[in-house]
């Protein structure tokens, strides 16, 4: 039977990997999955299988929040490059930034045939521009509150 005796090992391998051992790298969200198996011995799929029995929560809701939900909302909602979001909050690529919209239920961004300077994506501006805007809508709040108070 091919392959028989690979299986048998990971078993044994999985058998000798405690809560104790596993909870510690589990929650370490700077060590990849990958590397916490081949670390121990067995496949990527085998250690979260393991990781699931053992009780340990899932890792994609273990996973950093790098910014508060309203900011990326409003981040999103104006256009802001999904590349420049990567960078500005430690992403590591701009792609979690549209992965995570998705999660959120944010409204996908739609493409245009003119790939300017944006792309190709519609309506993007960069982060100096969302922050002037933001600025300039909250200095404007504040002008009104006072003028309404006098």
């Not at 067995?42 to 910014?67: D, E, F, H, M, N």
């Not at 309203?70 to 979001?85: C, H, I, K, Q, Y």
Request: hydrophobic content about 35%; some cysteine.
């Amino acid at each position: 039977m091919p392959g028989h005796g690979v299986i048998v090992m990971t078993a044994q391998l999985l058998k000798n990997i405690t809560r104790e051992t596993l909870a510690p790298l589990w929650a370490r969200e700077d060590i990849p999955t990958e590397r916490i198996a081949q670390a121990l011995g067995v496949t990527r799929q085998a250690i979260s299988s393991k990781a699931r029995t053992l009780g340990l929560p899932s890792r994609a809701k273990v996973r950093k929040q790098l910014c508060d939900n309203e900011t990326f909302r409003r981040m999103w909602l104006a256009g802001v490059n999904s590349t420049e979001m990567a960078q500005h909050f430690g992403y590591l690529h701009r792609s979690a930034i549209g992965s995570r919209a998705g999660v959120m239920g944010l409204p996908r961004r739609s493409r245009s045939t003119d790939t300017g300077k944006t792309g190709g994506w519609v309506q993007t501006i960069s982060l100096a521009q969302f922050f002037e805007q933001d600025l300039r809508e909250r200095m404007e709040a504040e002008a009104k509150k006072r003028k309404a108070s006098q």
